[in-house]
């Protein structure tokens, strides 16, 4: 009886431990958990933190690279400023009385614009398609020439210029307004469009 008794209890003592080994067991388990837990949120943190740090530097080298793209355009613009074929239409239109832009000439100046800013062609030649009257008018516009000299350098009156820059801004920029306001955004566009920048993402940079 007496050992019967004892077996019970020696049973009862293994009972005991398997449980306090189980529970032991199961704690452990917790622990690994709620540590793994902690760790997925701090990388997490650190990972939001590392994301912040990639879209300033991503930022910092869009505005790099867009200071480069506006510095070469300005250089290239320098370039046309100081050709001699500018300063050949400048002194035409000079004497426009007397003297007129030849064939050859257009070509020229068109040519170097085509070789400098070659989006500016494309923009106003390929995905607008403008006559040659309209194109010479945006082409001297944009490059600093008066209403006057224009009329007189295409041979065309001032108010068709005028007309002509207005229905363009429409035509173009899909506005209404003046023809000033068609010189205003012709020189902010052009100086903007890059050679991968469509006409709908400007749209959405300028809005």
Same mark, same amino acid.
Do not use: D, G
């Given at each position: 009886?007496?050992?019967?008794?004892?077996?019970?209890? !020696?049973?009862?003592?293994?009972?005991?431990?398997l449980i306090g080994a189980?529970?032991?067991?199961?704690?452990?388990?917790?622990v690994a958990v709620v540590f793994l837990f902690v760790l997925r949120l701090k990388d997490k943190k650190r990972m939001k933190v590392y994301?912040?740090?990639?879209? !300033?530097l991503r930022k910092q080298i869009s505005e790099y690279r867009e200071q480069i793209n506006d510095n070469e355009m300005l250089e290239r613009e320098k370039e046309i400023y100081e050709s001699e074929i500018y300063h050949r239409f400048k002194y035409l239109s000079y004497h426009?009385? $007397?003297? =007129?832009?030849s064939k050859k000439e257009w070509e020229e100046?068109?040519?170097?614009v085509s070789l400098k800013c070659p989006q500016f062609c494309r923009f106003l030649q !390929?995905?607008?398609n403008l006559s040659d009257v309209e194109y010479r008018v945006c082409l001297l516009t944009r490059w600093g020439f008066k209403a006057a000299e224009t009329a007189d350098l295409v041979e065309i009156s001032r108010t068709s210029v005028s007309i002509?820059? *207005?229905?363009?801004? *429409?035509?173009?920029f899909k506005e209404e307004g003046n023809a000033k306001k068609f010189d205003e955004?012709?020189?902010?566009? $052009?100086?903007?469009? *890059? $050679?991968?920048?469509?006409?709908?993402?400007? =749209? *959405?940079?300028?809005?």
């Open positions: 009886m007496f050992r019967y008794l004892l077996l019970i209890n !020696v049973y009862e003592q293994f009972l005991a431990s189980r529970n032991i067991l199961i704690f452990c388990l917790f994301e912040e740090k990639i879209v !300033v426009a009385a $007397t003297l =007129q832009p100046l068109m040519a170097l !390929v995905e607008h002509i820059r *207005k229905r363009l801004l *429409k035509k173009i955004l012709l020189k902010a566009f $052009t100086r903007s469009y *890059k $050679t991968e920048i469509s006409w709908i993402m400007w =749209q *959405k940079i300028k809005n």
